[in-house]
């Protein structure tokens, strides 16, 4: 059966295309939501309740229409502009201390259709991603893929199996390495590798060698508070499985909590500190500390009573020596041995044995090509993907030696990186002072771009011979990635393809949209500084600032509608 809606009327007052008002506004055209259907697909009638004034003045009407014999039939209102509508949209008064900047222009004539505050700075929060993707899509092309590569330092075997060198881990920063959709069995592929040279016992060490990208594993600006969080997983040249850990909590009987993790290899020391209790009426709620720069994780309060089980997932201390000892286990699993144990090269150190003539490689794991990492990393937003790969743009800047925006080189892969990506937003036509970006993933705050900026760097990807990896990476709207599940069930759906964003106070979606009329647009809508409203008790009231971004979007799908 149909819904049914009822609204009151209210004293604003809407503008036609020609600047004429009328009476009850937007909400209160009478066409406005004629043949629109629910989310069940239900058929949505809307019934108006208008004030008693109005509904005096229309019986006086209808009277004096019936005495005359005229007709009572209104005719139809002509749309409202689609800048008024965004207008009246972003001044309603829970934004009055928020900052919204939009810009949305026409990709097929290049003319703007709307803007406001497009030429301000703006954190960009996950926006930041369609810059790190531009650049290294540019700079390393879609089908490059990257390698980790195992070698030993020598090939001299005894008549027992032994080798007689090291074993060293080399990465080059693959952020899909362990994944289950991805490589999997990476470890053991490359033990296997091992054992088919005959090699039974390693009388060396095991070397998980991260040293191929210079700098800290963190980006430049990340908070403290969010490093040890899932979302900020630090960044390795030698990544595997994510770099997460799984803590697993549960109860036995009506007593927690007993704790376990996943990887083992992960080296993380577990302090259980959780209440023993069997009420779920006062108890502090579980949490799960990993001081900085310690692998310990301290877990204290408790399960709420009726919950058996949970598991929490926290980045790993040390990635590299996570890979090490993954692949030592494996190497165990084939029977084989390390006598010097696993060790771990972080930079600034160095390897010199990975040099020496005598040191070969044994196998190589190679990543997807680099658009399908691109593909991820947009699709889902991922951080570790993200900075892992302008990352990788910040080698490849750096072999060539060429920073012509500083008066001294840059030191870090970091580095190097922004300054190839400053230079790239040149050739997009895009204003120094119009984009600043300290990392790759916009976790940073210290990131700062303008909507024009946006939807320029938009415009010119589109004309790339890469653009439609770019374009096909992008989550669409009521279909996939971080869209799957919002503005389902209107013209937008299967329709926007836009980027998301969120930090605290901080939102974003830009992207392409075709309109009801068929025109290609661009579009960058950031919003900073937004409190969303609570109640007493501390919970969040709708709407959300992401079905507020939605709104707008689809009044772009639909503008131009007749």
Request: net charge neutral; aromatic share 6%.
């Amino acid at each position: 059966m149909d819904g049914l809606e009822t609204r009151d009327c209210g004293s604003h007052r809407g503008r036609d295309r020609q600047g004429h008002s009328w009476p009850f506004g937007d909400r209160d055209r009478p066409d406005r939501h004629r043949n629109t259907r629910n989310r069940t697909g239900r058929r949505r009638i809307a019934i108006r309740l208008p004030c008693v004034a109005a509904l005096a003045v229309a019986a006086a009407h209808a009277q004096q229409n019936a005495a005359t014999g005229a007709s009572t039939a209104v005719p139809p209102q002509p749309p409202v502009p689609l800048a008024q509508r965004i207008d009246d949209f972003i001044a309603q008064p829970r934004f009055a201390r928020a900052d919204w900047g939009i810009a949305v222009r026409s990709l097929d004539s290049g003319r703007t259709l709307y803007a406001h505050n497009a030429g301000r700075l703006f954190v960009p929060a996950s926006n930041a991603k369609l810059f790190t993707a531009a650049l290294v899509l540019d700079t390393l092309g879609p089908g490059t893929r990257i390698a980790t590569t195992l070698y030993a330092t020598s090939i001299a075997i005894d008549r027992h199996g032994a080798l007689r060198g090291d074993l060293i881990l080399y990465g080059r920063g693959d952020p899909s390495l362990g994944l289950p959709d991805v490589s999997p069995d990476w470890a053991d592929r490359l033990a296997a590798a091992v054992a088919e040279r005959g090699i039974k016992r390693i009388r060396g060490e095991l070397v998980a060698d991260a040293t191929y990208f210079s700098g800290p594993p963190i980006g430049d600006g990340w908070e403290a508070g969010d490093l040890q969080s899932w979302f900020a997983a630090p960044v390795s040249a030698l990544n595997a499985q994510g770099n997460l850990i799984k803590i697993e909590v549960s109860r036995e009987g009506r007593r927690c909590c007993t704790l376990g993790i996943t990887p083992g290899a992960a080296g993380v020391n577990l302090v259980n500190l959780t209440a023993d209790t069997a009420s779920d009426s006062d108890d502090e709620p579980l949490g799960l500390y990993r001081p900085l720069g310690t692998s310990t994780v301290y877990a204290t309060g408790s399960l709420p009573g009726r919950v058996r089980r949970h598991d929490y997932f926290l980045s790993a201390p040390d990635p590299a020596r996570m890979a090490g000892n993954l692949l030592r286990d494996a190497l165990a699993r084939q029977g084989i041995a390390v006598d010097g144990g696993v060790k771990v090269l972080h930079w600034p150190q160095s390897d010199p044995e990975l040099m020496q003539r005598d040191t070969v490689a044994i196998a190589s794991i190679d990543s997807p090509p680099v658009a399908q990492l691109v593909d991820h990393m947009l699709k889902h937003s991922d951080n570790l993907f993200a900075q892992a790969l302008l990352l990788q743009a910040g080698v490849a800047a750096a072999q060539r030696g060429v920073c012509a925006d500083r008066a001294v080189p840059p030191r870090s892969s970091e580095a190097w990186a922004l300054c190839a990506l400053r230079a790239l937003l040149a050739r997009a036509g895009i204003a120094p002072d119009a984009a600043t970006f300290s990392e790759g993933s916009g976790l940073s705050r210290k990131d700062l771009v303008t909507p024009d900026a946006v939807t320029q760097l938009l415009a010119w990807a589109s004309r790339q011979p890469w653009a439609p990896d770019l374009r096909d990476a992008l989550p669409v709207a009521g279909i996939d990635g971080t869209l799957q599940h919002r503005m389902r069930g209107d013209a937008a759906t299967d329709n926007v393809q836009a980027k998301t964003g969120t930090l605290t106070h901080a939102y974003a979606l830009s992207g392409f949209v075709t309109d009801a009329a068929g025109e290609r647009l661009v579009f960058s809508l950031l919003l900073n500084r937004y409190a969303r409203p609570a109640d007493a008790f501390g919970h969040d009231l709708p709407p959300s600032p992401q079905s507020d971004l939605d709104a707008i979007a689809g009044m772009l799908a639909t503008d131009g509608a007749e």
